[in-house]
């Protein structure tokens, strides 16, 4: 069986900063899944504030905007941006 043929894809990555609470991590990586392909995740936390890095395919750019607003409307996100350079390679 030949693997599915990848469409074009922009490859994207994400800082997020919020506070950390239970949840709070599965929920950003709920509404990113909704929008794109999850590449790669890292997140730390220490009790008080949770930092996380998100590689993601969307096929479509214009998506981003969209996924940006969304997570926005998260409980306890203070700060969503795009980074162009990974801070975890």
């Given at each position: 069986?030949?693997?599915a043929?990848?469409?074009?894809?922009?490859?994207?990555?994400?800082?997020?900063?919020?506070?950390?609470r239970?949840?709070?991590?599965?929920?950003?990586?709920?509404?990113?899944s909704?929008?794109?392909h999850?590449?790669?995740?890292?997140?730390?936390?220490?009790?008080?504030?949770?930092?996380g890095?998100l590689?993601?395919?969307?096929?479509?750019?214009?998506?981003?905007?969209?996924l940006?607003?969304?997570?926005k409307?998260?409980?306890?996100?203070?700060?969503?941006?795009?980074v162009?350079?990974?801070?975890?390679?």
């Amino acid at each position: 069986m030949k693997p599915a043929i990848t469409p074009n894809f922009t490859l994207t990555q994400l800082e997020i900063l919020g506070f950390d609470r239970v949840g709070f991590v599965e929920e950003v990586t709920r509404f990113v899944s909704a929008y794109g392909h999850i590449v790669s995740v890292r997140f730390e936390a220490d009790g008080v504030r949770s930092q996380g890095f998100l590689k993601i395919k969307l096929d479509q750019l214009e998506r981003l905007e969209s996924l940006l607003v969304r997570l926005k409307a998260i409980t306890g996100l203070v700060r969503v941006k795009k980074v162009e350079a990974s801070p975890h390679k």
